[in-house]
């Protein structure tokens, strides 16, 4: 899982990392191992017992929640503002969810251990990992919501919008298919609220990609949930920020 291009990347991409004060990353540094997220890879499926975390740099994994049926849906994203496994430190160790790459590119993994015993000094660490979890919880939450009140179409500009804040342009490359798997909708409601933000000049989407051309076109006709879910991010991580601002 290496990546061959060790030399354009940092685990200070990664806001977490980034917001650890330096002796704190310093005994986690040398444990951290670079490795290639491939777009599909599973990360964990549920009930496993974790054996890393994940620190994604370029990558972006999606949280599913499984159905007995077979179904799922995302209830959560995470990308370079975060961390994949908050289970662990939380007391869990597993999950009934799947964790699942929908965004190749880079990330840090660690193993488990080694993030439970900075935890359990209760210092800086523990109350960075707490701070993100309760903003995760948030968007968890918004999404369960949106999901429920708000038209595909506005679902659909609030994943664009909360994707493209963790990538470095405004392409991705995502079929119909998956989009609609993430949102736990038919594929025709997708196709069809894609094509009405097209219309609008939003979006352009060919044979998989999407390319966002009018980002404050989406911000204007996005739900609430959007704001709420980046507002709560900004008001709990804010010494991220300021950290990668020094």
């Not at 849906?73 to 869990?92: D, K, P, T």
């Not at 038209?151 to 804040?165: F, I």
Request: proline share 3%.
């Amino acid at each position: 899982m290496s990546s061959p291009h060790a030399q354009l990347h940092n685990p200070n991409q990664n806001h977490l990392l980034a917001a650890m004060l330096d002796a704190d990353f310093a005994r986690l540094a040398p444990h951290l191992e670079q490795v290639s997220m491939l777009l599909g890879d599973v990360i964990y499926d549920s009930g496993d017992k974790l054996q890393h975390v994940y620190f994604p740099t370029t990558a972006i994994v999606s949280i599913h929640y499984l159905l007995e049926n077979g179904g799922s849906s995302e209830i959560a994203g995470v990308g370079n503002e975060g961390v994949v496994g908050v289970s662990l430190f939380m007391g869990g160790n597993s999950t009934p969810s799947r964790a699942v790459v929908q965004t190749g590119g880079v990330g840090y993994r660690l193993k488990a251990h080694l993030l439970m015993e900075e935890f359990d000094r209760a210092g800086p660490v523990m109350r960075l990992l707490l701070r993100y979890t309760q903003a995760l919880i948030t968007q968890m939450s918004q999404t369960a919501v949106c999901n429920r009140h708000h038209t595909v179409e506005q679902q659909l500009c609030r994943w664009l919008l909360l994707t493209m804040d963790r990538l470095p342009n405004r392409e991705l490359t995502m079929t119909q298919e998956l989009i609609a798997n993430m949102l736990g909708v038919r594929r025709e409601g997708v196709t069809e609220a894609a094509g009405r933000l097209q219309t609008r000049g939003f979006i352009s989407y060919r044979r998989g990609h999407i390319s966002v051309l009018d980002r404050a076109g989406l911000e204007g006709h996005v739900c609430e949930c959007y704001g709420v879910v980046k507002k709560e991010f900004a008001r709990l991580l804010s010494d991220v920020r300021q950290r990668q601002a020094r």
